[in-house]
T-cell receptor, first 115, second 113 residues
Framework: NAGVMQNPRHLVRRRGQEARLRCSPMKGHSHVYWYRQLPEEGLKFMVYLQKENIIDESGMPKERFSAEFPKEGPSILRIQQVVRGDSAAYFC?????????????FGPGTRLTVL | GQQVMQIPQYQHVQEGEDFTTYCNSSTTLSNIQWYKQRPGGHPVFLIQLVKSGEVKKQKRLTFQFGEAKKNSSLHITATQTTDVGTYFCAYPRGSSNTGKLIFGQGTTLQVKP
């Protein structure tokens, strides 16, 4: 049973470009969470999605960031017109249920570097 | 609002020494989870504590949840170089059906052989 998959593992973008980060949850999991980790800091919640629905986006910046989890295919975190401050590790996690006591399984992350 | 403080931020120990990290909340938590992140790696779930005063052990690791469910600790006995990494506590926030986690700042453990 493959774990959570993320790609690319490393992404380099120049300021103003777009970044697309993909996440495939574990088999059987329909709940996806995105977290951002700045260097030397903890993880910060960004968004929680179920298939075709955004449930909680309270941690998403108001501009340039969007996320989706289509019926078919991976979840996508999209960052438009990237700036240097977007450089961070972006982790996706999945769980089989949305409950607060359910374990979240993290993917290997995408390390975004903005030049 | 609810927040959790994790201390210390860094800890350097000699191999064989013990290590403890603490997580303190200003309000009562429904449960608390602990994760380990190796350098360059991703968070890996270690354990979840739910009950007041709960104590759980995993080999050399001992996890405690305070009686008031406002604090928790992770204790490692006789550290090894494989214990190196950052240990995070995390708790769920929001309505019961969202499951989003709020992470502490983490404690980074360095073990000198």
């Amino acid at each position: 049973n493959a774990g959570v998959m993320q790609n690319p593992r490393h992404l380099v973008r120049r300021r103003g470009q777009e970044a697309r980060l993909r996440c495939s949850p574990m088999k059987g999991h329909s709940h996806v969470y995105w977290y951002r980790q700045l260097p030397e800091e903890g993880l910060k919640f960004m968004v929680y999605l179920q298939k075709e629905n955004i449930i909680d986006e309270s941690g998403m910046p108001k501009e340039r960031f969007s996320a989706e989890f289509p019926k078919e295919g991976p979840s996508i975190l999209r960052i438009q017109q990237v700036v240097r401050g977007d450089s961070a590790a972006y982790f996706c996690a999945s769980s089989p249920r949305p409950g607060s006591t359910d374990t979240q399984y993290f993917g290997p992350g995408t390390r975004l570097t903005v030049l | 609002g609810q927040q959790v403080m994790q201390i210390p931020q860094y800890q350097h120990v000699q191999e064989g020494e013990d290590f403890t990290t603490y997580c303190n909340s200003s309000t009562t938590l429904s449960n608390i989870q602990w994760y380990k992140q190796r350098p360059g790696g991703h968070p890996v779930f270690l354990i979840q504590l739910v009950k007041s005063g709960e104590v759980k052990k995993q080999k050399r690791l001992t996890f405690q949840f305070g009686e008031a469910k406002k604090n928790s600790s992770l204790h490692i006995t006789a550290t090894q170089t494989t214990d190196v990494g950052t240990y995070f506590c995390a708790y769920p926030r929001g309505s019961s059906n969202t499951g989003k986690l709020i992470f502490g700042q983490g404690t980074t453990l360095q073990v000198k052989p």
